[in-house]
């Protein structure tokens, strides 16, 4: 799944292309892609055709659409490789395009998907710490790079955890948008090891575990984001280039960029945490 800067470079797409229009038509060609629809592609054409896009809206990893309808929201899933294409309505179809929304500017927004995990979903919005979110995402915690983000409220919940620190940075209803691209990279330039009881860890130990966290997906966004392959893009299809500035993460068996030291991988919550064994010691014990 795409994490915070590969989805937030999709909402800023749509912001410029998307926001604004109106939606003229929608037609659902894969039933998987609005399985979480729970009244069906008829009705989710239905509630959109006719709405202008007011807003591209995003939380963590979790993106929505916002209309002119008050209190509706159209949630994106983009799961493992959902895609959120505008194209001129004569361009060739995608193999994999499920849902197709013609716009008056006669554009069309594509949602493409490959391994169709992800999926559309209208919803109502609702107040979450003053903050107007879809139903879906009311339990998903404030990100690093939220204007209101608080690091010392996050700082002292993640002392109270007596669990692994990569376990909770993974954890979006305690800090959203980092996948484990971004946590090993964070937990590298923290010289933290992933499997560090969070609770032990000092509080400036968690301070500069979140600054990184921060800095280091504000540098992917600027980048683009990472792609590994051709289904992380843009609304444009573009691919971002970050993962040529990855320190840790899919680097094994190559020198620390830091000490030399080869790095290591290794296995946690069913992934691949990747790590420096000189940097980021194992947790004693």
């Known amino acids: 799944m795409p994490e915070l800067p590969e989805v937030e470079v999709v909402r800023r797409g749509l912001a410029e292309h998307v926001v604004g229009r109106v939606v003229d038509n929608v037609t659902v060609k894969h039933p998987r892609s609005v399985r979480r629809h729970a009244f069906g592609a008829e009705d989710l054409a239905g509630r959109l055709t006719g709405l202008r896009v007011d807003s591209a809206q995003r ?33 060739p179809l995608e193999k994999h395009a499920h849902i197709i929304a013609t716009l008056d500017s006669g554009a069309e927004l594509r949602f493409v998907d490959q391994r169709t995990f992800g999926g559309w979903q209208v ?12 139903e879906p995402v009311a ?39 980092v996948g484990n691209i971004y946590a090993d990279e964070a937990l590298w330039r923290a010289r933290l090891h992933g499997e560090r009881v969070s609770a032990k860890l000092t509080k400036p130990a968690l301070q500069s575990l979140l600054t990184e966290t921060q800095a280091v997906m504000g540098e992917a966004l600027q980048a683009g984001g990472t792609s590994f392959d051709a289904l992380y893009v843009n609304v444009n299809g573009q691919s971002g280039y970050f993962e040529r500035s990855l320190n840790a993460y899919g680097r094994e068996d190559e020198p620390c960029r830091r000490c030399g030291a080869l790095m290591r991988r290794e296995k946690f919550m069913n992934r691949s945490s990747f790590s420096c064994p000189r940097c980021q010691p194992r947790p004693r014990g």
């Open 59 to 91: 939380r963590g990893k979790f993106l929505w659409l916002t209309f002119d309808e008050p209190d509706t929201a159209l949630v994106v899933h983009l799961g493992m490789s959902g895609q959120m294409l505008v194209q001129p309505a004569d361009a």
């Open 123 to 134: 919803s109502d919005l609702v107040e979450v710490d003053g903050t107007l979110v879809p």
């Open 139 to 177: 339990h998903i915690a404030r990100d690093p790079m939220d204007p209101l983000f608080d690091p010392d409220r996050v700082v002292q919940k993640l002392r109270g955890k007596q669990s692994e620190i990569k376990r909770l940075l993974l954890d979006q209803t305690v800090v959203s948008g």
